[in-house]
């Protein structure tokens, strides 16, 4: 998933539900600004990136981390490790996007995403910026993945 996290061609958008994502109020806790999640904090080999770049209208809706290009997909890789130890599970996403999911104690799901991205209108060279933006998808995401799967008919077959 995560493997081919830089392609050449990146583009990346979030979902219209994470650009729902609220962010913090100045009385919260530093550790994650910008609608970012608690659990995800700067690891070794990451800068904090408050503007995220300014790519992709990111500012003040993602918490982001950057490093240079040729280390972003280990940094990324040590993310999911990070966000595993806390009980975050990858559920999904592609090249440059990972989607995770965490179970709630009263049930349903929280939900984060975790973007790759830098700035395509320059060469991709290993020491550019590369980025990593994390954003909380707003409400109980398993809930809305329920939804969306139609039940069986009676007498298919399952697959």
Same mark, same amino acid.
């Given at each position: ?20 994502a609220q962010t913090p109020s100045p009385t919260q806790a530093p550790a994650a600004p910008q609608g ?32 240079? @290009? /040729? ?5 990324? +890789?040590?993310?999911? $490790? ?7 599970? &990858? %559920? *999904? ?13 009263a049930g349903g799901c929280d939900g984060l995403q975790m973007v790759a991205f830098y700035d395509t ?10 980025? @990593? /933006? ?5 409400? +109980?995401?398993?809930? $809305? ?7 069986? &008919? %009676? *007498?298919?077959?399952?697959?």
């Open positions: 998933m995560i493997r081919t996290l830089l392609a050449a061609t990146a583009v990346l958008s979030l979902s219209a539900a994470v650009a729902q970012g999640p608690a659990d995800v904090g700067l690891l070794p080999g990451a800068e904090l990136s408050p503007d995220c770049g300014g790519l992709n209208n990111l500012t003040g809706r993602a918490y982001c981390v950057t490093a240079q @290009l /040729g280390q972003i997909g280990a940094l990324a +890789d040590a993310y999911i $490790a990070d966000l595993e130890t806390k009980n975050w599970l &990858a %559920a *999904g996403g592609d090249d440059n996007r990972v989607v995770f999911i965490k179970r709630r104690e209108t320059k060469t991709a060279v290993a020491e550019l910026p590369g980025y @990593l /933006g994390f954003a909380t998808i707003p409400g +109980d995401v398993c809930a $809305a993945a329920a939804a969306a799967t139609p039940p069986a &008919a %009676a *007498g298919s077959p399952q697959q």
